[in-house]
């Protein structure tokens, strides 16, 4: 089973600023299998990144995803009020497919 | 409005199953395949199964093998999601969620999500 790490565990921030998610995996993820969940309180999760780096419907640009291999970032370039949640990785390379433990953007 | 409605919170004796519906509305049920997965107090997303709501080929995550049974209705749209012998590990809610490739295949990631239905496990 693949493990995924998310770092850091919270990050504090202004909206207006920019905000960098990692996420680790303990072996190298299929292809460009990882996916970005977006998860507000009392909310299922939302989808924001799928193929690495592709954009799901409706999600705006100012929410990209990078990576390969084992490394994966979420950036957020200028946060918005609406941003601040907990944002989840989750490979769907191999099975069973895995989910981080999630980070935490709060308002600092 | 494309959605997915799930049953409401349950509470169960530890030893006991629980059966959770998926209640899906616009768009074709066949057409998508749907996941199960949960998510306990303080804890990451765990996938648990799916199931093709067009020919009812289901796979689960060996870590329920055994104990979870996914189903389906055509007639209803809904999915369920059984989990038998229950216990206080098992308290979470439960989600369902539909995968993101349309018709034949999966893509194994989830593009809509129930609202969760909270399952607690306790004597």
């Known amino acids: 089973e693949i493990v995924l790490t998310q770092s850091p565990g919270t990050l504090s921030l202004s909206p207006g600023e920019g905000a960098t998610l990692s996420c680790r995996a303990s072996?190298?993820?299929?292809?460009?299998?990882l996916a970005w969940y977006q998860q507000k309180p009392g909310q299922a999760p939302r989808l924001l990144i799928y193929?690495?780096?592709s954009r799901a419907t409706g999600i705006p640009d100012r929410f990209s995803g990078s990576g390969s291999g084992t490394d994966f970032t979420l950036t957020i370039s200028r946060l918005e009020p609406e941003d601040f949640a907990v944002y989840y990785c989750?490979?769907?390379?191999?099975?069973?497919?895995?989910f981080g433990q999630g980070t935490k953007v709060e308002i600092k | 409005q494309v959605q997915l409605v799930q049953s409401g919170a349950e509470v169960k004796q530890p030893g006991a199953s629980v059966k959770v519906s998926c209640r899906t509305s616009?768009?074709?049920?066949?057409?998508?395949?749907l996941h199960w997965v949960r998510q306990a107090p303080g804890q990451r997303l765990e996938w648990m199964g799916w199931?093709?709501?067009?020919?009812?080929?289901?796979g689960y995550s060996q870590q329920f093998q055994g104990r979870v049974t996914i189903t389906r209705d055509t007639s209803a749209s809904t999915a369920y999601m059984e989990l038998g012998s229950l216990r206080s590990e098992d308290t979470a809610v439960y989600f369902c969620?539909?995968?993101?490739?349309?018709?034949?295949?999966?893509?194994?990631?989830?593009?809509?999500w129930g609202q969760g239905t909270l399952v607690t496990v306790s004597s």
């Open positions: 989750q490979q769907y390379g191999s099975s069973p497919w895995t």
């Open positions: 072996q190298s993820v299929s292809s460009t299998y």
């Open positions: 199931i093709n709501a067009g020919n009812a080929d289901t």
């Open positions: 616009g768009y074709t049920f066949t057409d998508y395949t």
């Open positions: 969620a539909r995968d993101a490739h349309y018709g034949s295949g999966v893509y194994n990631y989830f593009d809509l």
């Open positions: 193929g690495i780096s």
